[in-house]
């Protein structure tokens, strides 16, 4: 599995978080910034990020803001992202296994890192069920076709 990461100011630090947790995991990614405490704008971060995975250039991406919302709004405007916003560890299990999430986003101002990593690792193990599932992803898949 590849990895497409990134954040903006309000992330750095569970991304960091995020980063040793897939070093740990033996996951390969990319880090897509942001190197800075200063604001910068989350779509600069999140539409890279997403547009990696759209093309199959990434399996999946993580995307961290303070809040996890205007990484997902902005992730989600690319043709073929299903990123879903996560703060607790059923719905990390499920967005994979029902929606087939492709990218995660989180809120660092919501959750703390040792949330986050958890919430990451069962993300990442997690596989989409297909199944009923798939059927309904391909509702989606064909709405925006």
Do not use: Q
């Not at 999430?101 to 297909?130: D, H, Q």
């Amino acid at each position: 599995m590849k990895v497409a990461i990134a954040s903006d100011h309000g992330g750095i630090h569970i991304r960091e978080e995020v980063k040793m947790l897939m070093d740990e995991l033996g996951i390969s990614y990319e880090d897509f910034g942001c190197e800075c405490s200063t604001s910068v704008d989350y779509p600069d971060y999140a539409l890279p990020v997403a547009e990696k995975v759209a093309s199959g250039e990434f399996d999946r991406g993580i995307l961290i803001c303070g809040t996890g919302i205007g990484m997902s709004i902005a992730a989600n405007k690319v043709k073929g992202i299903r990123c879903a916003l996560v703060h607790d560890m059923f719905t990390a299990k499920v967005t994979r296994e029902h929606n087939d999430s492709n990218i995660l986003a989180m809120g660092e101002r919501v959750i703390g890192p040792g949330l986050a990593r958890e919430i990451a690792r069962i993300w990442l193990g997690a596989e989409f069920e297909g199944g009923r599932h798939a059927d309904r992803v391909k509702k989606i898949t064909d709405y925006e076709a």
